[in-house]
């Protein structure tokens, strides 16, 4: 994204500035990555000099190997087979795109926890197109990030800082709870799983991005092992779930006698 700082800005904010916009644009050009190629919606093959040039700025520059795995079947409009064998159709054999995969929890966390990912979209005014993907997935959460940190370079070239705050707070806790935790997670699998792809390589990348964001803005999100990925088997605390129906029970619907 080429904008050129304001005149009126002093030197600190203007490189302020241009990191914001720079992560910005490394959180959207990421996301395409990680969108299904089946999705007529998806956005064109991923900008792999975007990309190079956004990290470049952030100070981490991209390491050939992984800008020519980037090159790879990578994209908005890829093999949707390819696809399918590294993310899986069921979550014990793949890796999962979504967050509510990682982690143990009870049964009711999942549920819990998307409410809390859609409340940090809807406090800012998006929220997932209806018949998309859930809330939780790697590209939302990934262009969720790009939203603050446009609005944080707006606010930034405004000079406005208290809307600059609430994009970094809410930056912070999003990391913290949520996309810091899980993607570094996502992208372990990803690497054990096809090391050198494309996917690998953007996955890492993801997971770089977000722990120096959240290491600029001093989160401290507890990063997820690959390995914790677990089915929902756990019961809501005090609660317990039993069937009333033993063997040779008679079932009787609703309504019968």
């Known amino acids: 994204m080429a904008v050129s700082a304001a005149p009126s800005l002093s030197r600190s904010a203007a490189h302020e500035l241009d990191r914001a916009l720079a992560r910005a644009d490394a959180y959207r050009i990421l996301a395409v990555a990680f969108r299904d190629p089946d999705d007529r919606d998806a956005e064109g093959d991923l900008d792999v000099a975007g990309l190079r040039s956004a990290v470049a700025a952030l100070g981490s520059p991209l390491t050939p190997p992984r800008a020519r795995a980037l090159r790879r079947p990578c994209r908005a409009r890829g093999d949707p ?6 993310f899986g159709h069921t979550v014990a054999h793949g890796c999962p795109p979504y967050e509510t995969e990682y982690g143990r929890r009870h049964v009711f ?21 209806s018949g998309g993907e859930r809330p939780d997935h790697a590209a939302y959460e990934l262009e969720f990030l790009a939203l603050l940190a446009l609005k944080e370079a707006i606010a930034l070239a405004a000079g406005d800082d208290e809307r600059r705050g609430i994009c970094r707070d809410a930056a912070a806790q999003f990391l913290t709870e949520h996309a810091g935790r899980w993607l570094p997670a996502m992208a372990g699998r990803i690497a054990s799983r096809v090391p050198g792809s494309g996917y690998a390589a953007a996955a890492a990348v993801a997971a770089a991005v977000v722990a120096a964001h959240a290491s600029e803005l001093r989160a401290t999100p507890q990063p997820l092992d690959p390995d914790d990925l677990v089915p929902i088997t756990e019961e809501p605390d005090g609660l317990r779930f039993e069937c009333a129906v033993t063997d040779g029970a008679d079932v009787v619907p609703p309504g019968g006698d």
């Open 81 to 86: 087979a390819e696809h399918r064998a590294i």
């Open 109 to 129: 966390g999942q549920s819990q926890e998307l409410g809390d990912i859609r409340g940090f979209y809807e406090a800012f005014g998006v929220r997932p197109r």
